[in-house]
């Protein structure tokens, strides 16, 4: 069984610009997350989708992160515009029921922005 | 809200050396408890769970107890090895079951 896929694998930016995370969950996972990893720090949700629908965007700032997920299947990460703080490793995950339980997550974006 | 705290690191041992790493919560309810793995240059793979209070997680040689009166839950192994070297992560999903909260992830290294 295919893992779940995320590009690019590394990305360096200035502040100021835009950039976009792909992922693609395991097929047939209705749920997808998308977690924010900052060095030395634990993972932290950033949006939860249900297919095509939001389920949790809570912890989103939105003033400059924008999530979709067109189809119910891949899913497109964006911050436009990025700051320094925004450096992290952008983990993408997925799981059949929306269960906890049965997460299964990205090698993730390590993202630098300077 | 829902917290997880672990024992500040890094943890450095020999190998055949026991481990522990400890791990606290704070939470409403009853919480499904994770400990997932992350080894280098590879996205978090989930270690054990428990999902109810006195319930032991275990899996390749890892064991952890869910333990409500101290809210704990911490890890343990009796022989590591070099190649458990990574970072630990404790977690726990709240009652609505998916939200995962993190704690800070302990790096361990065993050495030969």
């Known amino acids: 069984e295919a893992g779940v896929a995320q590009s690019p694998r590394y990305k360096i930016i200035e502040k100021r610009q835009s950039v976009a995370f792909w992922c693609n969950p395991i097929s047939g996972h209705a749920t997808l997350y998308w977690y924010q990893q900052i060095l030395g720090q634990g993972p932290k949700l950033l949006i939860q989708f249900q297919n095509n629908g939001v389920v949790d965007d809570s912890q989103l700032p939105k003033d400059r992160f924008s999530a979709e997920r067109l189809k119910g299947v891949d899913s497109t990460l964006k911050i436009q515009p990025a700051k320094l703080e925004d450096s992290a490793v952008y983990l993408c995950?997925?799981?059949?029921?929306?269960?906890?339980?049965?997460?299964?997550f990205g090698s993730g974006t390590q993202l630098s922005v300077l | 809200g829902n917290s997880v705290t672990q024992m500040e690191g890094p943890v450095t041992l020999s190998e055949e050396a026991f481990l522990t790493i400890n791990c606290t919560y704070t939470a409403t309810g009853y919480p499904s408890l994770f400990w997932y793995v992350q080894y280098p240059g590879e996205g978090l793979q989930l270690l054990l769970k428990?999902?109810?209070?006195?319930d032991k997680g275990s899996n390749k040689g890892f064991e952890a107890t869910y333990r409500k009166e101290t809210t704990s839950f911490h890890l343990e192994k009796g022989s590591v090895q070099v190649s458990d070297s990574a970072v630990y992560f404790c977690?726990?999903?709240?009652?609505?079951?998916?939200?995962?909260?993190f704690g800070e992830g302990t790096q361990l290294t065993v050495n030969p």
């Open positions: 977690a726990l999903s709240g009652t609505s079951g998916s939200r995962l909260t």
């Open positions: 995950a997925s799981s059949l029921v929306g269960s906890a339980e049965k997460l299964f």
């Open positions: 428990a999902t109810k209070a006195d």
